[in-house]
């Protein structure tokens, strides 16, 4: 069964988001928050992480820090996504030291090497991507379908699907086997809302999960 996991927008108003992640959070199961700021100050995304951490774990939400598995530690989130860029030359066995016994999730792009290197090296998920344009950033690498389906059947480590999934165009990925769909705009910019824009992701993964429901 796929999970929702939910990204922040990259840039966020730390006085006024906690609410609007609190609606979307409140408006039905999501797995995971990772706050990814880019281009914020370091001090700005420490106020962001102590002003949207209680929000998501009062909710049994996991936590998740882009980039920064150091903030990660540090401020008690439940672990990090890091891309390719971001590990250190110890790799994912460095930031797998690093974040103990949180959680650790590797962009591996449109890799299956790079990905069953990360799973090997101690990931808790892959991240596969981008599958559809998407708007949110400059996505460096387009993944088909077949390698969602190809990870579930060979691999245990969870898989992540992102890049321009909305409720129209995920039920292939929900049939492949993702166990995360992770979007910003999907629900970000949903024209009634977050929390509108939770349901319209679980209700399209619901009926992709159970087509004659
Ligand atoms: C769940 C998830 N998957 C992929 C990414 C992309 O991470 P990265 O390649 O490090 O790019 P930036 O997000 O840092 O621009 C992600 N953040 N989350
Ligand atoms: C953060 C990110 N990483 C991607 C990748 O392909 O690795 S695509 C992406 C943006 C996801 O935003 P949206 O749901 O609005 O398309
Ligand atoms: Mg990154």
């Not at 910003?184 to 992709?208: E, F, I, K, S």
């Amino acid at each position: 069964m796929s999970q929702l996991y939910l990204v922040t927008p990259p840039r966020i108003e730390v006085a006024t988001f906690p609410d609007a992640l609190a609606a979307a959070l409140d408006a039905g199961p999501v797995a995971c928050v990772q706050l990814r700021l880019k281009d914020a100050a370091e001090d700005e995304v420490r106020r962001a992480i102590d002003a949207l951490r209680p929000v998501a774990q009062a909710r049994d939400v996991a936590f998740l820090v882009n980039d920064r598995a150091d903030l990660a530690v540090e401020l008690g989130c439940d672990g990090a996504h890091l891309g390719q860029e971001d590990l250190g030359p110890g790799g994912v066995a460095a930031a797998r030291r690093m974040l103990g016994g949180l959680s650790l999730g590797v962009t591996c792009h449109s890799s299956r090497h790079l990905a069953m290197e990360a799973a090997e090296a101690g990931a808790d998920y892959v991240a596969f991507g981008a599958f559809f344009p998407t708007a949110t950033k400059q996505a460096k690498t387009r993944a088909e379908v077949d390698i969602i389906a190809w990870w579930a059947d060979v691999m245990e480590v969870p898989c992540v699907a992102i890049g321009g999934i909305t409720p129209e165009n995920c039920a292939p990925l929900v049939e492949a086997g993702a166990d995360f769909l992770a979007v910003v705009g999907a629900v970000w910019n949903h024209p009634d809302g977050p929390a509108a824009g939770v349901r319209a992701m679980l209700a399209a993964m619901t009926l992709a999960e159970n087509p004659k429901s």
